[in-house]
T-cell receptor
C-alpha cells in the first residue's frame, strides 16, 4: 500500500512570495489533514478535510493560508504572502474515516519550508 | 495551561534500561490517545494507541492511561540506541473537534550504548 505522498520535499522562498504544497493521501482515505511543525514543537493542525469538505480550519491563518481538496482526493496548501515565521515543516496526513477509536493518521514525508 | 504537555527532556537512558515518557492533557472529553515516534528529519510514525484505562502492551512498548488523572505514559523496555528519537503524545478530542489530534511538544529520548 502506497503511503501519503507530498511534494516538494524542500522549498526556499523570500518573504512576501507565495508557495504551494501538494498532498496525495493513501488511496481510499476519506480524511486529510495539514499540519505545521515548527522546529522543536509538536505538529499543529491547520486544516482537516472530510472528503472534500472542511471539518476544522480553526487554526488556519486565513489571511494568508488557503487549502483545497478537489474531488475528495489530492489537496493543495497555499501560503500567500509568506512570512519569516512560516518557516516550518508542513505535514500532510490521512486516515480512513475521520479519526476516533481505531482510526489511525498516517503522515507523509513533509515539506520543509524556509522563508528568507 | 497547555492542552497536551509532555515531560521536559531531553531524556537520556543507558542501553537496556526502561525509558519512561509522560503526558498530561487538559480536555476531560478526550477519547483516544496516541504515541508517535519521530526520527530527526522524518515524519511522525504511530507506535501505540490506547483508548481505555489501564495498560496496553506491544512488544517492548507499554502505554498506560489514567483518565481520572488525565495522564498517559509510554514505557520502553530494554531500550536500544535505535529508540533514540522524539516521542510525541497526541490526544484526540471528542465532541465538535472529533478527530482533531492535539500534539504535545515532544520529548527527545537518547539511548546511549
Amino acid at each position: 500500500e502506497a503511503g501519503v505522498a507530498q511534494s516538494p520535499r524542500y522549498k526556499i522562498i523570500e518573504k512576501r512570495q507565495s508557495v504551494a504544497f501538494w498532498c496525495n493521501p493513501i488511496s481510499g482515505h476519506a480524511t486529510l489533514y495539514w499540519y505545521q511543525q515548527i522546529l522543536g514543537q509538536g505538529p499543529k493542525l491547520l486544516i482537516q478535510f472530510q472528503n472534500n469538505g472542511v471539518v476544522d480550519d480553526s487554526q488556519l491563518p486565513k489571511d494568508r493560508f488557503s487549502a483545497e481538496r478537489l474531488k475528495g482526493v489530492d489537496s493543495t496548501l497555499k501560503i500567500q504572502p509568506a512570512k519569516l515565521e512560516d518557516s516550518a515543516v508542513y505535514l500532510c496526513a490521512s486516515s480512513q474515516r475521520g479519526a476516533g477509536p481505531g482510526d489511525t493518521q498516517y503522515f507523509g514525508p513533509g515539506t520543509r519550508l524556509t522563508v528568507l | 495551561q497547555k492542552e497536551v504537555e509532555q515531560n521536559s527532556g531531553p531524556l537520556s537512558v543507558p542501553e537496556g534500561a526502561i525509558a519512561s515518557l509522560n503526558c498530561t492533557y487538559s480536555d476531560r472529553g478526550s477519547q483516544s490517545f496516541f504515541w508517535y515516534r519521530q526520527y530527526s528529519g522524518k515524519s511522525p510514525e504511530l507506535i501505540m494507541s490506547i483508548y481505555s484505562n489501564g495498560d496496553k502492551e506491544d512488544g517492548r512498548f507499554t502505554a498506560q492511561l489514567n483518565k481520572a488523572s488525565q495522564y498517559v505514559s509510554l514505557l520502553i523496555r530494554d531500550s536500544q540506541p535505535s529508540d533514540s528519537a522524539t516521542y510525541l503524545c497526541a490526544v484526540n478530542q471528542g465532541g465538535t473537534s472529533y478527530g482533531k489530534l492535539t500534539f504535545g511538544q515532544g520529548t527527545i529520548l537518547t539511548v546511549h550504548p
